[in-house]
């Protein structure tokens, strides 16, 4: 309970923010209303009238609750107005995304912990591709592969790892070299080749640091979906949902969409974090 209550506690205040954050922007729009009409508008209706807008200007928590649910459990999963189907399409190209990322990440952490030329080439190339807006390359990636036929979920894919290896390369090389010379000295004593210097110490010692890198990253390359999603004019996804619920002025719609994408995300980093107690549990690493 005491750790639940201060949780609790901040989320209360937050709730309480956005419900009067929700009434002074959407009362504009009653105001008008009432002006128009040449009447005015008690407190407690125009209160009232804030929380039930169609298309508020920033909708009520429990606006966007209702949206969540309807977009949930109120469509068939299979129908394009379900939330469900939206995320799938994106978890789909995330999870490629975030395996083609992870993998680039760990190659090249290898190669510059064994390489001082990749180390001294590669890695300040790693950390300028990094300062590159996604916003700004995303449209440049998805227009050169739809010129040569690659649409749907590749290109995607390829935004996500873009975003993703660089946390992975990060994390996986200060793994790597995380061993202290003392421990390095003492295989050399034993005689222990390189391989094995790799598999028995410096591997091992990089588990930590891994997981915590691939948490960043797979979030990392959620966003990346989203954001590939919107220039490339999709129909499904929850970058889609996003934009269409831009076109036609559907806040909730795309409040909604926001906060599966954040359970999305949560739900991808826990299962990383579970996979995470797991293999430090098996290595003897963790409790």
């Known amino acids: 309970m005491t750790r639940v209550l201060p949780v609790l506690s901040v989320v209360a205040v937050i709730v309480l923010v956005w419900y009067a954050a929700a009434v002074g922007l959407n009362s504009r729009w009653v105001q008008d209303q009432a002006a128009r009409a040449g009447t005015t508008v008690p407190f407690g209706q125009m209160l009232r009238e804030t929380m039930v807008q169609e298309r508020p200007v920033l909708p009520a928590p429990h606006q966007v609750v209702a949206g969540l649910w309807d977009g949930i459990a109120g469509q068939k999963v299979t129908s394009k107005r379900s939330l469900v189907y939206h995320g799938w399409v994106t978890l789909s190209a995330t999870l490629a995304g975030f395996a083609l990322g992870t993998a680039a990440g760990m190659l090249l952490a290898v190669g510059i912990v064994h390489s001082r030329a ?60 995380a061993p202290d010379g003392m421990q390095l000295d003492l295989l050399r004593t034993y005689n222990a080749s390189q391989p094995e210097t790799f598999f028995r110490l410096r591997l091992p010692s990089s588990m930590p640091y891994l997981f915590a890198s691939l948490k960043v990253g797979v979030a990392s390359a959620l966003v990346g979906t989203i954001v590939a999603e919107l220039p490339a004019g999709a129909t499904a996804g929850l970058g889609a949902r996003l934009l269409s619920g831009s076109y036609y002025g559907q806040t909730i719609q795309i409040w909604a969409a926001l906060f599966a994408a954040a359970i999305l995300a949560a739900g991808l980093v826990a299962a990383v974090g579970a996979a995470e107690r797991g293999t430090l549990k098996r290595m003897g690493m963790a409790r």
């Not at 440049?140 to 995607?156: Q, T």
């Open 118 to 177: 990749m180390d001294m080439s590669v890695m300040p190339w790693a950390i300028a591709s990094q300062t590159i807006p996604v916003l700004a390359i995303a449209p440049m990636v998805i227009v050169v592969l739809a010129s040569v036929g690659l649409k749907g979920l590749l290109p995607k894919a390829l935004i996500a790892a873009y975003l993703s290896f660089f946390p992975v390369l990060v994390g996986m090389v200060k793994g790597l070299r």
